[in-house]
């Protein structure tokens, strides 16, 4: 269903007169693969590149180099009009679900929307199909006449969920979709998410900080660190054996605060996208840095069967 290879994304930042023009490192060399069918997790923290990536998956962002396959085709090498239908093929769904939705326009309204830029629908039919997703997403059908400032965050989120498949796409992107949400909506719009998964028949690029919500839905998982995979593989073989120090630590900031312990913060500060070190762009804050990682660009190898690592030292 999706390809992504080699991707790096960077963005010019604003530079003095007289000095050097730099640029924001925010994707950098990402591959990535997702089956017909199957949840990929994307994890990492803020500012590493989720939504950037996304955002290039989805037609919304050239990338400085690589390329995006979706369903077999070179996704920013297509004509305009296949361009345009292989956008309506994949739909995003954000974290926000209060910027996300425009305050003016009624559910109807909203939802319809992707059937109005198509076209070639008639009243009766959009209508219909409003009807059908409301039911689908858990909304009544009088909804359709509120807006947007008469809902909860959770009911909002099933908005915006019913907006993205009313054209029947393959492939959603979720970028953080429950983040925003409190811990029993949070569950609820999880739960929706994997219902539809299932009897959609839709693939997913599921981004999330929250690794839990990743080892819940996602079949393979990539943890991104400072715009690239640190490691990837099979989302129960990443959790129960991680390879990567950085999957180690991230695993157990999440186990102790199950446990009410003290959570295990890895010491130091995430560097600059704009000045990524050399060697392992991990080592200032790894555990087990060696003093080869200082110099060495680790590439991502496959220790155990797909099951990736970038890392000099893995724990295996
Ligand atoms: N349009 C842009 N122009 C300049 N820099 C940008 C732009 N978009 C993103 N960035 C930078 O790229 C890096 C990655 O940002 P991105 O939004 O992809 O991270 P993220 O992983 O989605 O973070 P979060 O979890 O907070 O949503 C950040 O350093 C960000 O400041
Ligand atoms: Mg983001």
Not at 56 to 63: C, D, H, L, T
Not at 86 to 112: C, E, G, K, W, Y
Not at 242 to 263: G, I
Request: with cysteine.
């Amino acid at each position: 269903m999706l390809k992504v290879e080699n991707l790096a994304i960077s963005f010019p930042v604003k530079a003095g007169l007289f000095s050097k023009r730099r640029h924001i490192k925010a994707v950098r060399g990402v591959s990535l693969t997702i089956q017909k069918g199957q949840i990929f997790g994307l994890v990492g923290e803020s500012g590493c590149g989720k939504s950037t990536l996304a955002q290039a998956v989805i037609g919304m962002q050239r990338p400085t180099q690589g390329q995006v396959f979706f369903k077999g085709d070179d996704l920013y090498a297509l004509s305009t009009p296949a361009f345009r239908a292989a956008r309506q093929n994949m739909q995003m769904v954000f974290q926000d679900p209060f910027s996300a939705l425009n305050p003016r326009f009624d559910v109807q309204r909203i939802i319809a929307e992707p059937m109005h830029i198509r076209g070639g629908f008639s009243g009766e039919q959009m209508e219909g199909r409003v009807l059908e997703l409301l039911n689908l997403v858990g909304l009544s059908p009088e909804d359709r006449h509120r807006y947007p400032s008469d809902f909860s965050g959770g009911q909002r989120q099933r908005i915006g969920i019913a907006r993205a498949i009313s054209l029947h796409p393959e492939l959603l992107i979720l970028d953080e979709p429950v983040s925003a949400l409190d811990v029993s909506v949070h569950a609820q719009i999880m739960n929706l998410l994997m219902d539809l998964h299932e009897e959609l028949g839709l693939t997913y690029l599921f981004i999330s900080h929250n690794l839990a919500d990743v080892k819940d839905i996602s079949h393979s998982v990539g943890v991104m660190y400072l715009g690239s995979f640190m490691e990837y593989g099979p989302t129960a073989q990443v959790f129960a054996q991680p390879l990567h120090p950085y999957t180690h630590s991230l695993l157990a900031a999440v186990l102790t605060l199950d446990q009410q312990k003290e959570p295990v913060i890895t010491r130091g500060d995430i560097p600059s996208p704009i000045e990524v070190p050399p060697g392992c762009s991990f080592a200032s804050r790894c555990p087990l840095a060696q003093p080869k990682c200082q110099v060495e660009t680790p590439v991502l190898l496959e220790y155990r069967p797909g099951q990736l690592a970038a890392c000099h030292y893995p724990v295996i």
